[in-house]
């Protein structure tokens, strides 16, 4: 079994590790034809998706953790689909059956409603999964990106860690509240709905549990972290509409306008969540070579961690 990783210190050395092999190149066939239409990949890199903070805002803001031992945690869910394969000469490729990806997790809130840190509860269950095909995405709907229709499964893992942060200027500096959809399309589909102002990032490890080899010719569920994914979020929505429903979950919003205000407080004693424009890419680690495999294991020791054993292949 698995050891879990405990700690904002092990999580940022597990960042290190992962961003040491941030560029490494895998063998990726888009078309599943077992390597005959191979590419040579660096990031997958997704088109804007949505993220949905269920429960993270109460009647004063961000919902804030005092005791880290016993956080306030929130389920964090998140989707996009694939906008580019970016290859490892730069180019880009997007000619491809639809890929997209599913991700719940749970976070806890330190520092202010204003300015938040952002860290994972490793207490509770956290899923990655990426597939193939299907029924068409929908930013509006929200469907369309859970495998639906036919889709084959790609990837699944779980999260070894996870760190970001979030501004909410409208709370910092009086930004002003602005209308949640500013995409560019022009449509408000939310029904009026507003949002305070902000912006922030996470990176999350991915533990890797299930590789569809048709797929994904390199090894990349045999490192305690096989996969990293950097998120930038934003409020209000610039590039993609808001959608309905995030992960099957649709958003409660605090107090304000026809049909509320993202980011703003909620009634005394109810929870509202917070809905982001996630713009992510993701990175894989195959099996290292010997020497960087030194390096990682290095970095590991001082934390007293050895590199877990390898995984016989699915």
């Known amino acids: 079994m698995k050891k879990v990783i405990l700690g904002t210190a092990i999580a940022t050395c597990l960042a290190m590790a992962g961003n ?10 888009p078309l599943g ?23 993270a805002v109460d009647s004063s ?26 290859l490892s000469n ?17 976070e806890y809130a330190v520092g202010t409603t204003g300015a938040a840190t952002l860290l994972l509860d490793q207490s509770k269950p956290s899923t990655f999964t990426m597939w193939i095909g299907g029924t068409a995405a929908d930013d509006v709907t929200g469907a369309g990106y859970d495998g639906a229709g036919g889709a084959v499964k790609l990837l699944e893992g779980s999260i070894a860690g996870s760190f970001g942060s979030f501004s909410d200027v409208t709370r910092l500096a009086g930004a002003a509240i602005q209308g949640l959809d500013q995409s560019p399309d022009g449509n408000d589909v939310d029904g009026g709905a507003l949002s305070h102002q902000g912006s922030g990032g996470t990176t999350t490890q991915i533990d890797i549990t299930y590789q569809n080899w048709a797929y994904f010719l390199s090894n990349v569920t045999s490192l ?22 995030v992960v099957g979950n649709a958003p409660t919003f605090g107090v304000g306008g026809p049909a509320g205000t993202n980011g703003a407080n909620c009634a005394a004693g109810q929870l509202c969540d917070f809905q982001f ?4 890419s993701t990175s894989f680690n195959p099996v290292p070579e010997p020497a960087s495999l030194a390096l990682l294991g290095l970095g590991l020791a001082g934390l007293g961690f050895t590199r877990r054993s390898k995984r016989t292949a699915a």
């Not at 730069?90 to 749970?106: A, D, E, H």
């Not at 209000?236 to 509409?241: A, E, I, T």
């Open 277 to 280: 424009q996630l713009d992510a």
């Open 61 to 86: 803001g961000i919902v804030i953790t005092t005791d880290p031992s016993n956080p306030s945690s929130f389920q964090v869910v998140a989707q996009a689909s694939l906008g580019n394969l970016v």
């Open 33 to 55: 034809t077992s390597g005959a239409n191979a590419l040579s990949v660096n990031f997958f890199d997704w088109t804007p998706g949505n993220a949905l903070a269920i429960g």
């Open 224 to 245: 305690m972290v096989d996969a990293q994914d950097s998120s930038n979020l934003a409020t209000p929505f610039s590039q993609v509409n808001p959608s309905d429903f």
């Open 20 to 29: 040491a092999q941030a560029a490494a190149t895998i063998q990726f066939d």
């Open 90 to 106: 730069g180019s880009l490729v997007n000619s491809y059956p639809q890929i997209t990806f599913q991700l719940s997790m749970f």
